[in-house]
């Protein structure tokens, strides 16, 4: 039996991987309150022509007199002409980001984690499930897939927010769906205007007709609902080891060197933040870790 | 097709009815009705005794609570397959809980909840199907419940962030 694993790693300790490189801040779009994607250009021309990354990696994103925040890269891995992280403003460092506006200098530095194994993946079934700001990290995925849509089976992404104005990428959601990827989006609570699902994630997979020999998951959200929606899939049998997650925890230095990511023997920055569900599942069932 | 062939065909498409002996069937189609409801329309109102219990068969209904001071707050939304208005077949008599309105134009499958508990009472096989749905739905009406008092989209955790 093989079990799939995400791909190695990037991350490494040498000098260059610590050192930011300067990046401006070329647009800025409102996804939902208090969310926005910031597009950035590298302002070393080499640097900005051979910058890559794959679908779950993220960046350090600093901030001099601030600090750093490990954000992950939101935009289509394959066009790199501007990066795009999707960030929600929680504190210093992001509302710091959020302060320098378009035109605006901070340091970059990534890309670091493991990804999400899609090349592993083909010819499976997907079901993508994402809650509030656990989207951005999937959106990669989705792109990958459309440009890739032969090599998989039926797509399903479920997401869920709090309420419909917290949904993000709303306008991309109709070219999502044309390209063969079905849509389950729930939320939390809504007025009247809202004709969609109210409920939550987990709960979506109850009206799925999941074939679980040849089904894969991902999943990105607060932690209770990755919980749920594995515990969801691996009770229509989805084997464990197809279940994959990404994780944010405190990541502070990207390469392990902190410890303030430490999940069992494990460091989400540096072994994460895509994990199979197969080993990292029993440390997220571990009271206080 | 007579109406109660149509009935009978909208039942044995509940994959939890296919379980059933086929004679129980005629005893259900026997208590239900097929209705079509327009998008908007309610079904049944927070506070009435009204004694029917719904299966959605297309369409989608959203099931609200009408809170003193906030107005009609929407806890949930039941579509094809999902049963409404279960709690008038648990054995304690209660008014409504909620309240059903119809998002989009729906096809229900609408029952009289004291005669199917009086089924359920004489056929305890046909009983055992129906509790054991029930038990189910409200298993996961508990969970989504959960979810909605922990909030997990609140961003309560922010104060005092560093990031």
């Known amino acids: 039996m093989t079990v799939l694993t ?42 900005q022509d051979t910058y890559s990354f794959q679908p779950g990696q993220f960046n350090l994103l600093t901030i001099p007199g601030y600090g750093e925040a490990a954000i992950s890269i939101s935009s289509h891995p394959r066009h790199t002409e501007a990066i795009g992280h999707t960030i929600r403003l929680a504190g210093n460092v992001t509302h710091a980001i959020d302060r ?74 109709d070219s999502w769906e044309k390209a063969g990827i079905e849509l389950m989006i729930c939320v939390d609570s809504c007025d009247d205007t809202w004709t969609g699902l109210v409920g939550v994630v987990p709960m979506l997979f109850y009206r799925l007709r999941i074939e679980p020999k040849n089904s894969a998951l991902l999943t990105c959200g607060p932690e209770i609902m990755i919980h749920f929606a ?10 464990r080891k197809r279940i994959f997650v990404s994780l944010e925890k405190n990541m502070k230095c990207g390469f392990g060197s902190c410890g303030r990511c430490q999940l069992g023997p494990y460091f989400v920055c540096k072994d994460g933040p895509i994990f199979n569900y197969k080993k990292i599942g029993p440390y997220l069932e571990v009271e206080d870790f | 097709m007579t109406p ?9 498409t509940i994959p939890w009815f296919q379980d059933l002996n086929p004679e129980y069937f005629d005893k259900l189609a026997g208590i239900s ?40 707050t929407r806890i949930y939304t039941a579509e094809p397959i999902e049963m409404l208005g279960w709690s008038s077949v648990t054995p304690v008599v209660r008014q409504r809980t909620a309240s059903a309105v119809t998002v989009l134009p729906c096809l229900l499958v609408r029952m009289k909840a004291s005669k199917l508990q009086k089924l359920c009472d004489q056929n305890h096989s046909l009983g055992y199907v129906v509790m054991r749905r029930i038990a189910n739905v409200a298993a996961s009406r508990l969970l989504v ?13 922010d104060e005092g962030s560093n990031v």
Not at chain 2, 34 to 58: C, N, P, R, S
């Open chain 1, 100 to 173: 320098l506006g378009v035109g605006g200098t901070l340091g970059v530095r990534g890309p670091y984690g493991s990804t999400w194994p899609l090349e592993k993946l083909k010819g499976l079934d997907i079901y993508i499930a994402a809650g509030g700001i656990g989207l951005p990290p999937l959106r990669p995925v989705i792109y990958h897939i459309m440009d890739n849509r032969a090599d998989y089976g039926k797509v399903v992404l479920i997401y869920g927010a709090r309420t419909p104005e917290d949904l993000q990428f709303t306008a991309e959601h």
């Open chain 2, 33 to 72: 009705s097929l209705i079509e409801v327009e998008a908007g329309e309610k079904l049944y109102q927070q506070g009435d005794k009204q004694d029917y219990i719904y299966v959605v068969l297309k369409g989608r209904v959203a099931v609200e609570i009408a809170i003193p001071g906030k107005g009609r």
């Open chain 1, 230 to 239: 594995a515990y969801e899939a691996i009770a229509r049998r989805v084997p």
């Open chain 2, 4 to 12: 109660e062939q149509e009935l009978i065909s909208a039942l044995q």
């Open chain 2, 145 to 157: 419940t959960r979810f909605q008092l922990l909030d997990i989209f609140s961003h309560s955790s």
């Open chain 1, 6 to 47: 995400t791909s190695k790693p990037i991350s490494d300790c040498t000098s260059d991987s610590m050192l930011p490189m300067w990046a401006e801040i070329v647009k800025i779009e409102q996804e939902a309150p208090r969310i926005k994607t910031y597009w950035m250009k590298f302002k070393d021309p080499i640097v």
